[in-house]
Nanobody, 125 residues
């Protein structure tokens, strides 16, 4: 049974930082492209960032480029999202997702096979 478990969310003031983690189990983690998506109330889920299973290439949405950093530790089956210079508009539920052997279309929700339950990030102004 595949599980993706996010942690690290919380309440932070604007300009602050948070580090999200996503621990995966039940899959061959090194063969999965890992992504982070977010969803604010009343809005559609949107792509934030992804890291490819091969080569470790990373892709960021324009809204977080330069502020967020994704990384992965295949030995720990964990992907991380370091979020700096947080803004109120970053407030959302953040979801970790896994896509098997995907190398293109990393921002496409339908390309992801498994999803975590989400962790809430709230940025106060």
């Amino acid at each position: 049974q595949v599980q993706l478990v996010e942690s690290g969310g919380g309440l932070v003031q604007a300009g602050g930082s948070l580090r999200l983690s996503c621990a995966a189990s039940g899959l061959t983690f090194s063969r999965y492209t890992m992504g982070w998506f977010r969803q604010a109330p009343g809005k559609e889920r949107e792509f934030v960032v992804a890291i490819r299973w091969t080569g470790g290439n990373t892709y960021y949405s324009d809204s977080v480029k330069g502020r967020f950093t994704i990384s992965r530790d295949n030995a720990k089956n964990t992907v991380y999202l370091q979020m700096n210079s947080l803004k109120p508009e970053d407030t959302a539920a953040y979801y970790c997702a896994a896509a098997f052997l995907v190398v293109t279309g990393l921002d496409v929700i339908d390309n992801y096979n498994y999803w975590g339950q989400g962790t809430q990030v709230t940025v106060s102004s």
